[in-house]
């Protein structure tokens, strides 16, 4: 029987501070240095899911919604939205809290596709979530079509 794990399992919550030397001429943050950050998050959720090393097979739907500074606070948070049979979607949020005012804003979003890894360096069979919330429940429906997009562009690209 297929092992099914809440998607608490893999909720991962980080914390960063926006330095110097992450940020362009203008005092912003780059967005490569964002997306190393989302990256890293969606793999611990994977592998927290999962139980294995995991690999990112494709990251999709990055959007760069606002931008932060020197000083704000980044609030990442991760967590699977759906599985295949290797394969698991983690859904990242990133938000900046400015550190005078405490406000946060919505800075990006993705949705990222990791592959568990067994010892032999081949994919190996994860966990299926159990999506709980309303949000998780909508990610976890759309999760069919966004496949089937996502393998349409592999094979252009390839
Ligand atoms: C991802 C990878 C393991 C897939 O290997 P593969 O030989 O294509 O294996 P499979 O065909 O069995 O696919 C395994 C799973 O990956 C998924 N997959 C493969 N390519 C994908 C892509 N571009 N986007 C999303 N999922 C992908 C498949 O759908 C399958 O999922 P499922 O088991 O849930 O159905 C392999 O391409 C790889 O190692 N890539 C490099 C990963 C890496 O180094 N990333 C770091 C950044 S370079």
């Known amino acids: 029987m297929v092992q099914q794990l809440s998607s608490n ?6 914390t960063k501070l926006v330095l110097p ?41 990055v959007n760069f919604l606002s931008s932060a500074k020197v000083g704000d606070i980044l ?23 400015n550190l005078e005012t405490r406000h946060r804003t ?13 010892k032999d360096g081949k994919p190996a069979p994860v966990p299926s979530v159990i999506p709980e919330t309303e949000e998780e429940k909508q990610f976890f429906e759309g999760a069919p079509l966004r496949r089937e997009r996502r393998m ?7």
């Open 9 to 14: 399992v893999s909720r991962t919550i980080q």
């Open 21 to 61: 030397p992450d940020t362009n001429h203008m005092g912003t943050i780059f967005g490569g240095t964002v997306l190393s950050y989302i990256d890293e998050i969606a793999a611990i959720s994977a592998m927290k899911h999962s139980g294995n090393v995991v690999v990112t097979a494709s990251i999709d739907n």
């Open 75 to 97: 609030i990442l948070e991760g967590f699977v939205i759906s599985t295949g049979r290797t394969s698991m979607e983690v859904y990242v949020k990133v938000e900046c809290q």
């Open 106 to 118: 919505l800075n990006t979003t993705s949705i990222l596709t990791m592959v568990a890894i067994d």
């Open 152 to 158: 349409l562009y592999k094979n252009v690209n390839q």
